[in-house]
């Protein structure tokens, strides 16, 4: 028995790919070795070898279609709706990229080929790592880290590299208490201690608070601008102040980036790092939880530290992987970082242009602050998750402009 | 709209919220937005001008290769239901996805023969580093001992990570391609909170991962250190599995299993432990569980271990991995079968053997070591090979990875790292030997006997 | 107003597309025409133009990606499970076949590129010929017709050109009254007139009436073999020898062609003419009704006048369109055929090779014994639809082999 | 299973059934079978052995054009609800399929301006075929009247299926690139069934097709022909559409919205007209209804049309038809939409207008119509075509069709049709020129003025 009639879409769930199928079957035809035939034992000693086989499904290949598709369909996605959570950071995934990084001079790219032989792939990487540059105001960029949580750490990594350059070693972060659970967590693991920060009426940071807690101590304090509610921190440039004054850096949380591209720049708020999450401000596809990507952008006093490698372009126009930084603070990853990611967030910054970077952010800015206020008249705030559904779709009212179709908040 | 925010106008919106002196007055110096047509065509021309596998005959390994990736993966990733949801937070309307993580561990666990698996990390560098991180957490040592015959991007990740961590990291030197079994039993004492080596090794080579486990475990009279191996998934249908070897923690690289190369990335890393180690793990776990009804169902388990609750107590920082990856991996591997693993692990096995033998053959070409090898292979050429490597190119051929220029390290001159998949067929093989025998022939300094320049 | 809460899928059905979105909206982003403007009128006079576009939808992006992602939840897929109709001519469809037809030198080859730049297809379908030939048993094939029906139409008319080469107008065509319905309907078309013919206890034809209508009148009999119910018609020498006797044709419907692909041969059993639907026998998805392919293969007698162009191989190995045959019955559509078809048959004999499509054959005579020898058992033969389901997928049961996998009955 | 059946081996099934002299003795003379990545790189030789409009700058058009196909077609015609559910004979299974239909058929309504539309035909050249039989069905008469400036093929398709309809062919001539007005309605008569015109016509020029209908509807005193009108459906975003124009059915091939080129096929033939036809059409049609509940939903309607029910007085033998493609039509005309139609059109007939002026202004080419053109063009060229393309091929330039190769008509001798798309930018359009005109000096007979020889 394989597929029993129950086994349609919706019925029966819970049942594995290791519970259907029999033994023996499979969907994979093995390739004849060719080679002369050689003892086992000459190969590979038995004392190194696999005992038994792994026990994995054993199925047909209609089976594993049958079974994968129907586990899709028990999944809700943004091709069919909006979600009822992360839906102001969700774009619409064009499939334009999707086309666009199956390509195979994209998509079947060895990491480690030749750089003359890549050089469409590192220009482009050298491109995007220009566009963040811009988009950011903050000149240098590593396109290294893997996701938001892993940019989150190479930011303070670097900050810890950048006061320990100057001889310094400073072990507080000040993080408001409002902060992305990643913030914290990613002190810990870097080595420094975390300081909550507490938050002003308008969600913003308690400069009394800030004030009291920035020593010399202090290496670093991240933040998140807007907020979660779609507030811009009027006092950023008091903070910027502040927390320079007592020589520590500032750390821009880039998961809402979206809502303030091309409209200001954390590296013209005074920030030193930002990271970005080009799955959810440039369309990479949220996958159901990754793959994701995380470049960071940094001023000129934290670019030494940077993680290797970076795409330098050379002054015959051709682009080289930069490995010789001697204070960079190393690798965060094998190879050079999610290469797919690029292409779709190279080709989402394309399509829009700086204008319609621009129309984005104000398009989400709007909806956040629709959002807020229609929460505030209904008295709904505290219930988001049931309230959002609705009201984010008022979106399409405005996207009247050619471009602005790509705009999903 | 502007009515119920209570603004007249878009400008009055951001007037309101953004200092005057933050606003940028002039729009960003980026190109203006273009067609869809114009930006395929745009990304078009910059895949022509990398070289793929598809338009070169590569030998390319070293941490990502060149297996074939079954159609139906790129549609069950393509898929929308895949392709686009948010993160699994709502398990309601996420069965799917959850049941997908659900059945990747299980099946990361059966491959690795160790108790539990998380639904993956970042890729498989960083994993050695979180599987550092674990061990700290597991025993609050200070030091990490590491074969030196990782490959060279996972131990400069780990040391990135190390110095965040506060952990010292000690590399064990190599002998005969494989880790020194003595080096390595000396550098472990009580202090050693992580012992790490790589099955098959860098340079091809398979350790002999039971020994190490074990003397790693003998060197320390109470309580050994965390051993962790760094698995190529791929040669698990063939080799002894961490699980059986004495390892605690095995991590690796996913790409093989059904991920495209795409230049490095987004794959995933595999992360598999014995029991003891599941609330000290990194990442998403799912879990199975009746609902109120009793049918059967999908949760994130564990979640106290997690950023979101336990922030700066959590186990780990990471959040968004690599879900869609992971369900390519256990595609893959669905595909492959029980049997079908074993038999492409024996495929790959004899002609990474015939390779290897044809290409050692070469006049001014040598083994690098004698150990075993399943799936790829480190030569030594009596030639530079830098200029070896572009007469092949030239060729249409790719021989495979300068050691040197990778890693950086003398004593890697003169290494060629070569590397097989069930895609390069023995005719392949054959081209290679004869490419690589012209070109090192053309190269070779005049008149001078291998012997003597490779002593 | 544009998707509404409610339109997640499932909810509000019926609602179509231009019900959706707004006016001014789209997702298309025209190109610039970097051409020197010219008066309208100039181009196109005013009498010409079209007065008022067309009210085709106005939607963005996200909106048409989301109502047609919903609409395809709305039906029932062979990946999800088996079909309650038409299930024992479906079989699964390998993605491969969608990945090599998607190949840019398939894909976006135009119809017209020169021969020389078109040997790859032209080779492809020249080998698809051959293998259609050699399962068929008869030697000479023309790819043209679009679907099953198209066949038999080329097939009727070859008939009637057949003849009338001969001098003979021949006004008959003899077909069970269990034919497929395009049968019938394609017999008008072709101009010739319908005979019915009994069916016996068997299911099979009934001799005594095919003896009596068998006249020199009859151009042509057509017929299904296997029927309907799986079973072989086991008078088909003797009736290939009384229709032959009369100077008729024999043609053969092969939409039930899987059952018998290495066992036996149409043009062994006398058949002039084969008509096969790829999109039943050869994986060709169904689509939900399209595209079809239904080449022909017919005898050396008939070769003469099979349509235009026919794919030659010259002595050089190169190949060529062939279409100098004077006395064809000329072209059935514009171009060559269902070119991105034949990629997919052509891939799954590929797969298969001889003894899998033996095997694919034999697993589906026994899957429709066996289902109609349950059927019996349960007196069920007359609820065909319902039963379906869950008989089909005893072949599972038998599918060990590796290449069986491929084998959907 | 044997068993259940009452045979006791599967030699015994087949024994039993098939008489034994019929039986296959040996197996097929078929390679063995392959792997799925042997079968893929097998298929991949041969595709890398055509030359796609990837690889060479294309002006062929000729009843296929290389438009642009949005990524997000792909997306849809892959889901495999989508790609793999049979014909839609069971409703409630098939909801989505059939609204698609409906949609489809309201956007070609609404393209064409005729109030009915079926769920597509095969496609461009057989759809002609289709509409002369439903005048035959109406009006019962026996001859077609055509243009001679119509796609050869289609022509020629249509000479074929009126051999079974019973109905004579004939051809009307052109002046000056469109229909000779006197020619055709001279050619109709009280016994024309159908009178066919192209719109534009096969030369790229625009017949001034109110013009045709009327004078065919005028030809005959009391119940003229059924006027046919083959359209380009991506012109009739500038274009007069046929509903406006007197004509009462239009057909055409859909490739344009949405298809890919496939070396011709598959794609869709679409096929609209006025109500009174709506009962003589061929295959499917989806219609809107409600069920017991009040809920919409869509069915297929008339089936009594149809074969499966009527057989031998069926309308049409037409059953599988492109489900799929028109799929991709739809998509594609939603995805342009209301203005995007006229946009394209104008962008197209702008590039077309120019390549034209660049071309003509050539020394040896002339235009060989004075005739408004939309999207695509001929020209006379005073040199040997076949050579000149050759030349032009070899630049990697393919300039277009050389139209007395396709139509083996002395009077196409020296012709040249050029097409334009979305996708040949103002810059192709000056390679082209640049290309043609080098191909055109090599090639032109020495000294001879290009008006003698056209004269
Ligand atoms: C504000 C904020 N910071 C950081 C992150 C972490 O990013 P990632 O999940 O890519 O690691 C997220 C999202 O998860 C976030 O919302
Ligand atoms: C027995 C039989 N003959 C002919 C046909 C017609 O084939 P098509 O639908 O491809 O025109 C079919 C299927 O529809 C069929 O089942």
Redesign the pocket.
Same mark, same amino acid.
């Given at each position: 028995m394989s597929v029993a009639p129950a086994e349609r879409p919706g019925s029966e769930p819970g049942r594995t790919i290791f519970q259907k199928g029999a033994p023996g079957r499979r969907a994979f035809v093995c390739p004849d070795s060719e080679v002369p035939e050689i003892d086992p034992r000459e190969l590979l000693p038995e004392r190194l070898r696999r005992a038994q086989a792994p026990a994995l499904p054993e199925v047909s290949e209609p089976e594993l279609v049958r079974h994968y598709v129907g586990l899709s369909k028990r999944n809700y996605d943004l091709d069919s709706g909006f979600y009822p959570l992360g839906s102001c &950071?969700m774009k619409h995934n064009p499939r334009l990229h999707e086309r666009a990084a199956a390509l195979p001079g994209h998509a079947r790219l060895h990491p480690l080929q030749d750089p003359e032989h890549a050089q469409g792939a590192l220009e482009l990487m050298w491109r995007l790592q220009g566009a963040l540059a811009e988009i950011s105001g903050l000149p240098h960029v590593s396109l290294q880290p893997c =996701? +938001?949580?892993? +940019?989150?750490l190479a930011g303070v990594l670097l900050t810890r590299a950048y006061h320990e350059d100057r001889g310094e070693r400073r072990h507080k972060v000040l993080t408001p208490d409002t =902060? *992305?659970g /990643? @913030?914290p967590a990613t002190v810990t693991m870097a080595g420094l201690e975390v300081v909550k920060l507490e938050t002003n009426g308008a969600g913003g940071v308690d400069l009394e608070d800030l004030r009291r807690k920035a020593d010399d101590d202090v290496a670093c304090l991240m933040l &998140?601008n807007p907020n /979660?509610l779609g507030i811009f921190d009027e006092n950023i440039a008091e903070i910027a102040e502040i927390v320079h004054g007592v020589g520590a850096t500032l750390y821009y949380?880039? =998961? @809402?980036l979206n809502a303030i591209m091309g409209l200001t720049r954390p590296g013209d708020m005074g920030f030193d790092i930002v990271?970005f999450?080009l *799955?959810?401000s440039f369309t990479q596809p949220h996958g159901g939880g990754?793959p994701?990507?995380?470049p960071i952008a940094v001023s000129e006093r934290i670019a030494p530290f940077i993680p290797v490698p970076v795409v330098a372009r050379a002054s015959d126009g051709s682009f080289a992987l930069d490995h010789d930084r001697p204070k960079s603070i190393g690798r965060l990853r094998a190879f050079h970082g999610n290469y797919g990611t690029f292409v779709r967030a190279y080709a989402y910054i394309c399509s829009l242009g700086a204008d319609g970077l621009q129309d984005a952010s104000q398009t989400a800015v709007l909806n956040a602050n629709y959002l807020l206020a229609r929460l505030q008249e209904h008295g709904l705030a505290e219930y988001l998750p049931l309230a959002f559904g609705e009201l984010c779709m008022h979106e399409f009212v405005l996207s009247g402009g050619p471009l602005k179709r790509r705009l999903q908040v | 709209m502007l009515a119920a925010i209570g603004v007249g106008s878009l400008e009055e919106l951001f007037e309101r919220q953004i200092p005057a002196e933050l606003r940028l007055r002039e729009p960003l110096d980026l190109p203006a937005g273009m067609p869809e047509q114009d930006v395929y065509e745009h990304l078009r021309a910059l895949a022509g001008r990398n070289r793929s596998v598809e338009e070169q005959l590569s030998f390319l390994g070293a941490g990502m290769y060149d297996h074939y990736v079954p159609a139906l993966i790129d549609m069950l990733t393509e898929r929308s239901e895949f392709l686009t949801p948010y !993160?699994p937070y709502q398990p309601e309307v996420a069965q799917g996805g959850l049941q997908v993580m659900f059945e990747y561990q299980t099946a990361i666990s059966e491959l690795t023969a160790l108790p539990v698996s998380n639904a993956s990390v970042y890729e498989g560098a960083s994993a050695v580093a979180a599987a550092a991180y674990m061990a700290k957490l597991h025993n609050g040592r200070s030091s990490i001992v590491v074969s030196e015959a990782l490959h060279p991007h996972s131990i400069e990740t780990l040391r990135t990570y190390a110095r965040g961590y506060g952990m010292q990291v000690r590399e064990v030197s190599t002998r005969d391609g494989v880790t020194d079994a003595q080096a390595w039993a000396g550098a472990i004492d009580a202090d050693t909170s992580a012992a790490i080596f790589a099955q098959p090794n860098f340079l091809g080579a398979v350790e002999d991962a039971a020994a190490l486990s074990e003397s790693a475990k003998a060197a320390v009279a109470q309580d050994g250190p965390v051993v962790v191996a760094q698995v190529d998934p791929i040669t698990l249908g063939v080799l002894a599995p961490p699980g059986e070897c004495g390892v605690d923690v095995a991590v690796g690289e996913g790409q093989p299993l059904g991920n495209r190369l795409d230049f490095g990335g987004p794959s995933f890393g595999l992360l598999a432990a014995r029991e003891e180690y599941l609330r000290r793990m990194p990442g998403r776990i799912a879990g199975a569980t009746e609902d109120l009804e009793g049918r059967r169902g999908f949760v994130l388990t564990l979640q106290t271990r997690e950023q979101h609750i336990r922030r700066e107590r959590a186990t780990s920082?990471?959040? !968004?991995a690599q879900a869609l990856n992971a369900l390519a991996g256990v595609v893959y591997l669905s595909w492959l079968g029980r049997r079908g693993i074993v038999e492409l692990g024996e495929l790959v096995l004899a002609r990474t053997h015939y390779a290897r033998e044809q290409l050692a053959a070469i006049e001014g070409v040598e083994k690098l070591h004698e150990q075993p090898v399943v799936r790829e292979f480190a030569l030594r050429l009596d030639a530079d090979v830098d200029a070896v490597r572009r007469r092949c190119l030239r060729s249409g051929v790719n021989p495979g990875l300068d050691l040197y220029a990778l890693s950086g390290r003398e004593r890697d001159r003169g290494g060629l790292l070569v590397a097989l998949t069930e895609r390069r067929t023995r005719a392949d093989i054959d081209r290679l030997v004869e490419v690589l025998a012209a070109a090192i022939e053309a190269e070779r300094p005049a008149g001078a006997p291998a012997e003597q320049l490779l002593a």
């Open positions: &950071t =996701a +938001g949580s892993q +940019g989150e =902060a *992305h /990643t @913030n &998140t /979660t949380d880039g =998961a @809402n990271h999450n *799955h959810k990754g994701g990507s995380g | !993160t920082n990471i959040c !968004t």
